[in-house]
């Protein structure tokens, strides 16, 4: 498996039993949000890795290059001194180097590859980690925002209920009190019409008593004087 095919399926964002047991879409969230973080540093990570197998790979083919004159030279010198198998050895040893070189440059070719892979790839998480950060950030405003609202409508569900129950006491507080200033007003007529004597006071009923007594005193009086007149 390549390492753009590996970095492919680190990313691809698997269902974890923890985004099943949230209770609350925030945490949901704030933990993909993590897990995305996560996923960037790791290719952050392989670009880091890639560089310097990059920059390892530089450095044996500039050897190997170097090796090349080296080798011509050495051919050339064995010539001149008489040596064909000392410079058919140089010349073996060169065409060795170049396949190898050969390698190393086509191995170099496609880290460089995998290494622009890896900066588009880390470039489309950074954005779609800035883009959900800020889709986050909203929904998890609407969500307070909601939470909130639900609960200030628990709270005035609560109040009116009290409020109905307080209405309802004081609707039969003041159907009593209609009641009572029936009964007062149809006492009042009934006195005026003369139907009923007012209730009398304390001091009206000593009166009355007194006044009684002394009328039924001067009327046995008056009695006696008509009787002894005959």
Do not use: C
Not at 136 to 160: D, F, H, K, P, W
């Amino acid at each position: 498996m390549s390492l753009w095919s590996r970095i492919k399926l680190i990313f691809s964002i698997k269902s974890d039993a923890a985004l099943n047991r949230a209770e609350d879409p925030r945490q949901v969230w704030e933990y993909a949000y993590k897990q995305q973080q996560k996923f960037l540093g790791k290719v952050r990570k392989g670009l880091i890795e890639v560089a310097t197998s990059k920059q390892q790979l530089k450095q044996q083919i500039q050897s190997q290059r170097n090796r090349i004159p080296k080798l011509e030279s050495q051919a050339g010198k064995a010539i001149n001194a008489g040596r064909e198998d000392l410079a058919r050895i140089a010349l073996q040893r060169k065409q060795t180097v170049m396949g190898e070189l050969a390698e190393l440059e086509q191995h170099l070719a496609e880290i460089s590859g995998e290494e622009r892979k890896l900066i588009v790839t880390e470039q489309e998480i950074a954005a779609r980690i800035e883009t959900f950060r800020t889709r986050r950030q909203i929904l998890t405003a609407r969500y307070s925002a909601a939470e909130a609202q639900v609960q200030i409508n628990e709270t005035l569900s609560g109040v009116s209920d009290e409020l109905g129950e307080l209405g309802m006491a004081l609707g039969r507080a003041e159907e009593k009190t209609q009641q009572m200033l029936a009964r007062a007003a149809a006492l009042d007529t009934l006195i005026e019409m003369g139907s009923l004597d007012a209730l009398p006071t304390g001091e009206d009923r000593l009166e009355r008593e007194l006044y009684e007594l002394t009328s039924t005193g001067a009327v046995e009086e008056e009695l006696a004087l008509l009787k002894a007149g005959k």
